[in-house]
């Protein structure tokens, strides 16, 4: 029976100021809202132009630098224009080329001594002194470190050191490049003993009055610049001129970044930094290269070197302006929303000290209410006889009603955080167990037969297992209902006893009527169950079998005494009197209840296969 609660004023009351509340919370939602969007909008806007400023500051300083790397690069190869411009050069390598790839003699000839012999390799070799020195002003007065001249296949025939160095691979691919396209090579700056070098291959051609010139370069002129001064000067300028940010000058090399140190000397790989489309270096946040600190950097490419100009500066000092305004715009948010939620708050008090009397009234009310709705259900579940249980999903006892403690002998209160072991024993638990998942995987209620052995005394019990759902609708434990239904099982035992006596008892009758059956039913029973257990069949077709078999030949008791006892062949009229036994036994059976087909077993007991018979 469930009581109706009437609605008071004092309780529209409360309704309307839960209404106003909600109303209230709308109002600072939307202002909370409004203030968030409208702070995180300045702030996006004032961090947008800051990055704006701190890329457009790298740009023009990366710019600059770049700009003057190239002007001294541009000196340095208008100065070299100069030399190999020259006719006396350009004949000479002209002339050395004509010899080919073995300058073997020439340099023979020039350490001998010649002195104008007759033939081309000594007159060569007479000028090579006076070249070498041509050489050595230009080396001594551009400042270069050295200088060389090669031929096509990399050979040195003219030097300013002594013992020139062998060319590396790498200078040597250098020749044969510069010989082939006829345009000034750049190397990747080495480290040396000196510090930072860098080799330029500039290509000579033949003089434009030469027999049979080609298009091709006949020499290569490579000339060594100390490249740490140079760099030392652009990155102390760049200090010098500003404090934000720092300055480094990358090389290009097989698409990834080398860091020229001209401090220490030293040249470090830059594997984290990528370049895009070969030679940009875009305006990003990267990883710091010494103090893995996330700097914004970018980097502008030196026109004529495979050099990049990087400027960064740490995100955290780039971004120093940007807190203190992001700091006062969030400051003025939270003014604005402290002062509406005091409005707010204020209204709401004034509503809530308004009804808060007829609200505690209403809240008392409800709970003698439900105290009354507790009582009566405790009341229902002492009355129930079956055993009712809830159980948490690790098997704990949440609630028992006082059927249940008297099932397992124990108290309500008692049976409260105890398991299913503590309460039935290991194995009865392990078998509870199995249940309770079954009903929480499906989440659907199914029952199930179990026997019970509490308090030292045998019990037969129907189990219905049902999932309980919390408020969200997920399932946190099983609710189980134990029926006791011992007295029925028992029944049922008693019941089937009385059906294998009178079944006993009908096969001795039958074996009295005809000595020749006797023993037959118990051999046909006996047939029967092997037959039905070899073709898996389950134990209800077995006991239906059995019985069936076993009064099988009942009916042969309403036959002609003689008829049973004939010897030889029956006549036709004899056989179908004969076959009438299976009739008489229907209806000698048919009054007896063996909750089995036993009766259209015996019917069908002659029939073929497919029916006939």
């Not at 800051?50 to 690069?73: G, I, M, P, Y």
Request: aromatic letters at 8%.
């Amino acid at each position: 029976m469930e009581q109706v609660i009437p609605q008071s004023q004092t309780g529209r009351n409360a309704a309307a100021s839960r209404r106003m509340g909600w109303f209230m919370a709308v109002i600072l939602a939307l202002v909370l809202g409004a203030a968030a969007t409208l702070a995180w909008f300045n702030i996006n806007m004032a961090e947008t132009a800051l990055k704006r400023d701190v890329e457009r500051h790298l740009q023009l300083t990366a710019q600059e630098k770049a700009n003057e790397l190239s002007l001294w690069f541009n000196s340095l190869q208008s100065q070299t224009t100069r030399l190999i411009s020259a006719d006396l050069f350009r004949l000479f390598a002209s002339e050395v080329n004509e010899l080919g790839s073995d300058i073997g003699p020439l340099l023979k000839a020039s350490g001998e001594g010649a002195s104008g012999g007759g033939d081309d390799t000594s007159q060569l070799a007479s000028q090579l002194p006076l070249m070498r020195n041509l050489l050595q002003e230009f080396v001594s007065y551009s400042g270069f470190l050295s200088g060389r001249l090669t031929n096509a296949d990399g050979q040195t025939y003219l030097s300013t050191e002594v013992t020139p160095p062998s060319l590396s691979l790498e200078q040597k691919q250098a020749v044969r490049d510069t010989i082939q396209k006829g345009v000034i090579g750049i190397l990747p700056v080495r480290k040396a003993s000196s510090g930072l070098v860098m080799d330029m291959v500039v290509p000579i051609f033949a003089p434009q009055y030469v027999e049979n010139r080609s298009d091709q370069a006949v020499a290569t002129l490579m000339l060594s610049v100390m490249v740490t001064s140079r760099l030392g000067e652009t990155i102390e300028s760049a200090k010098a001129g500003s404090s934000f940010g720092e300055t480094r000058v990358f090389q290009i090399v097989d698409g990834t970044l080398q860091d020229l140190l001209p401090l220490s000397a030293e040249i470090r790989p830059v594997p984290a930094w990528k370049l895009e489309d070969a030679s940009v270096l875009p305006f990003e946040i990267r990883e710091g290269i010494v103090s893995h600190e996330k700097v914004y950097s970018l980097g502008v490419k030196v026109p004529e070197l495979p050099w990049i100009v990087v400027e960064d500066v740490a995100v955290d000092n780039a971004l120093k302006p940007f807190w203190g305004k992001r700091n006062e715009i969030l400051i003025w948010a939270v003014i604005s929303v402290v002062v509406v939620l005091l409005a707010l708050l204020a209204v709401w008090w004034w509503l809530v000290g308004r009804s808060a009397r007829s609200v505690n009234a209403e809240l008392l009310h409800l709970y003698q209410v439900s105290s009354q709705q507790k009582q009566l259900l405790d009341g229902i579940n002492s009355a129930v006889a079956d055993g009712i249980v809830l159980t948490d999903r690790g098997g704990m006892v949440q609630y028992a009603n006082q059927a249940f403690a008297c099932m397992v002998g124990r108290s309500d209160e008692e049976l409260v955080g105890m398991d299913c072991a503590a309460i039935f024993g290991y194995d009865t638990a392990l078998r509870l167990y199995k249940q309770l998942d079954v009903a929480m995987q499906t989440e659907k209620p199914f029952m199930f037969h179990d026997v019970l052995w509490l308090q030292s005394k045998k019990y037969h019990y129907e189990v219905t297992c049902s999932p309980y759902r919390n408020e969200s609708g997920v399932v946190t434990g099983v609710v189980s209902v134990f029926r006791d239904i011992t007295q029925l099982v028992e029944a049922q035992e008693r019941n089937q006893r009385m059906i294998r006596q009178t079944i006993a008892a009908l096969m001795q009758a039958i074996e009295a009527v005809d000595p020749y059956l006797g023993g037959q039913s118990s051999y046909m029973a006996a047939l029967g169950t092997s037959l039905v257990r070899e073709m898996g069949l389950g134990e209800e077709d077995e006991s239906t079998v059995r019985t069936a078999a076993s009064l099988s030949q009942i009916g042969k008791m309403q036959l002609p005494r003689d008829l049973l006892t004939k010897p030889g062949a029956f006549t036709p009229e004899e056989r179908h009197m004969m076959e009438r036994h299976v009739e008489y036994a229907r209806e000698t059976l048919k009054s007896i209840n063996f909750e089995l087909p036993v009766l259209e077993a015996i019917s069908q007991m002659n029939e073929f296969l497919d029916g006939t018979g």
